[in-house]
């Protein structure tokens, strides 16, 4: 057998009979995988509704709380961030390389951007004792009456309810940051193998794979944006 | 083979205004329109439009085969399931 290193814009790994049947199997792992992000957040999301329908008025209070200007300038960032992410998949079937190194490097900057937004949002609400561990949960009650579209809510609902509220909150957006993170890291992979031009348009299936990976962080983000902030 | 349909510029750029003018749409709707409980429906419908979209356009599904199209689904229909049959439960214990 060869040991010989194989060109992997012109030629396929000896286990596959094609290009076309190592991309398309290379393809579908990446999909099983989104299946799996979708069923791990789903559960974290049907927690969600669970207590929401049990807790309504909390949930209220807990999402008026939040800044939902930063949550909705995130959203903006983030969809900027597929779209040049997108174009960046394109460049590279298209074999321009440098082209969709930029690309890669704006939606690095738009993920950075983003997790600077969070950390803001997010040392405000430690300020105002709203993490419900490590001993920091000591809410600021006037903080929350002057967020809040009608104060009765805090009247006859227990503020466990609000802690329920913001555990939802810090898990699921802590995560959804991880993924972030982890993101950031895929596509610095991704920027130094589109540097190095290894890529053509019968090879691309990792800038594929990671921009599929950096969608659904995307599309986990839409469903937080109204659940956690608006409504 | 379905894999190597290049999704141009101009599409992308249209995905791109339609998700910016949806998500307008979901805080106008939710900080100006009073429907109660109908806004957490009305919110979670068109945050489900914006998903299609994404998955349809940026994430090549229209162009895609079918087997990738069936990954998707089963994440999608496991989760349903779960907050469905989780609902069944609060709803008629």
């Given amino acids: ?231 | 083979m379905s894999g190597h349909h290049i999704v141009e510029l101009k599409t992308n750029v249209t995905t791109f205004i339609v998700l910016v003018c949806l998500t307008i749409l979901t805080v106008l709707t939710a900080k100006f329109v009073d429907l109660g409980d109908g806004n957490l429906v009305l919110a979670m419908a068109i945050a489900s439009v914006k998903a299609s979209v994404v998955l349809l356009w940026f994430m090549h599904l229209k162009y895609d085969g079918l087997v990738n199209r069936v990954a998707a689904l089963c994440g999608i229909f496991f989760l349903a399931l779960l907050i469905g049959i989780s609902y069944l439960d609060l709803f008629f214990r």
């Fill in chain 1, 1 to 231: 057998m060869s040991t010989a290193k194989v060109d992997r814009r012109v030629d396929h790994s000896h286990h596959f009979s094609s290009m076309d049947a190592e991309h398309e199997a290379g393809k579908q792992g990446v999909w099983l995988f989104m299946a799996t992000e979708i069923m791990m957040f789903g559960g974290l999301f049907a927690g969600y509704f669970i207590y929401r329908f049990k807790f309504h008025d909390m949930y209220i209070a807990g999402g008026d709380s939040l800044d939902w200007k930063l949550g909705a300038l995130n959203t903006l960032v983030l969809l900027f961030s597929s779209f040049t992410m997108a174009q960046a998949v394109t460049e590279t079937m298209k074999g321009n390389n440098k082209k969709a190194l930029k690309l890669v490097i704006i939606t690095t900057l738009c993920a950075l951007v983003f997790l600077v937004v969070k950390y803001f949002e997010y040392t405000a609400k430690i300020h105002h004792g709203l993490f419900p561990g490590f001993d920091l949960w000591n809410p600021d009650m006037d903080y929350i009456s002057s967020k809040i579209r009608d104060v009765s809510i805090l009247e006859n609902t227990s503020p466990a309810n609000l802690r329920l509220f913001y555990v939802l909150y810090f898990a699921m957006t802590g995560l959804h940051g991880i993924h972030i993170l982890i993101g950031i890291g895929l596509m610095v992979w991704i920027m130094k193998r589109l540097k190095n031009n290894e890529f053509s348009p019968k090879y691309y299936t990792a800038v594929e794979g990671v921009g599929l990976y950096w969608h659904i962080v995307d599309i986990i983000w839409i469903f937080l944006f109204p659940l956690m902030y608006l409504i």
